[in-house]
């Protein structure tokens, strides 16, 4: 068990619609990392927060946004469902932020929330 | 940027036999090197973690993978497979920036 835990498990949506997806990371952890994995990929980098602010994003619509919280909860949020959107939804927690050229921290992960867009 | 290349999208070997999972990386720096593995339903869990300070490195439950520069290889290793290694396994690189994973390689254990 890495201690971070993510809700809801399963989560159905229609086409337009938009959905908030959560995320509680280790205690102690910063930063918080989101990651999108498509059926038979691997994940792709969605966005970090560190200390409450975007750390870096990856090549994702300003329609994917996030918060980071004091408590080190976190939350994933998408707007105007499409159904490419449907995938695994991974958050990962580490203790530092990344930092271009530096070494990377341990990032560990949650159990993910399924979406499915129809 | 950095990239990973995973040699074999799927892998079968019987119980008690070797097992082998290919990875090539590119990276213009030092990079950190990972093995992830994700079993049906859940999510990620850290296998093993290179970062510079011994080319060889062993991981959880036997597993152990050797950094090798001069191949740009990270292969992943472990002497004797057991049914609950049957899994996916991710391949994935960071020089302090976002992870990039490979597209993973499919590990089946036959009885």
């Given at each position: 068990e890495t201690g971070v835990t993510q809700s809801p498990t399963?989560?159905?949506?229609?086409?337009?619609?938009?959905?908030?997806?959560?995320?509680?990371?280790?205690?102690?952890h910063n930063t918080v990392s989101w990651y999108q994995q498509a059926l038979g990929q691997g994940p792709q980098f969605i966005f970090q927060y560190y200390r409450e602010?975007?750390?870096?994003?990856?090549?994702?619509?300003?329609r994917f946004s996030g918060l980071q919280f004091p408590n080190y909860s976190s939350e994933l949020n998408v707007n105007a469902l499409e159904l490419d959107d449907s995938a695994l939804y991974l958050c990962a927690s580490s203790l530092g932020p990344l930092v271009a050229g530096g070494s990377t921290?341990?990032?560990?992960?949650?159990?993910?929330?399924?979406?499915?867009?129809? | 940027a950095q990239s990973v290349t995973q040699l074999?999208?799927?892998?079968s070997v019987s119980e008690g036999t070797?097992?082998?999972?290919?990875?090539?990386?590119?990276?213009?720096?030092?990079p950190s090197l990972f093995?992830?593995?994700?079993?049906?339903?859940?999510?990620?869990?850290?296998?093993?973690?290179?970062?510079?300070?011994?080319?060889?490195?062993?991981?959880?439950?036997?597993?152990?993978a050797e950094f090798k520069k001069s191949e740009t290889s990270f292969h992943l290793t472990k002497p004797s497979a057991h049914m609950s290694d049957a899994a996916e396994y991710f391949c994935v690189?960071?020089?302090?920036?976002?992870?990039?994973?490979g597209k993973g390689t499919r590990l089946s254990v036959i009885a």
């Open positions: 399963h989560l159905i949506k229609t086409r337009g619609q938009q959905v908030t997806l959560r995320c509680s990371s280790q205690s102690g602010e975007e750390n870096g994003r990856g090549n994702f619509p300003p921290d341990t990032q560990y992960f949650g159990p993910g929330t399924r979406l499915t867009v129809l | 074999d999208s799927h892998v070797p097992v082998l999972l290919r990875c090539n990386y590119s990276s213009s720096y030092s093995w992830y593995v994700q079993h049906p339903n859940k999510g990620l869990q850290l296998l093993l973690k290179y970062t510079s300070a011994a080319t060889l490195v062993k991981g959880i439950n036997g597993f152990e690189v960071s020089e302090g920036t976002p992870l990039v994973f």
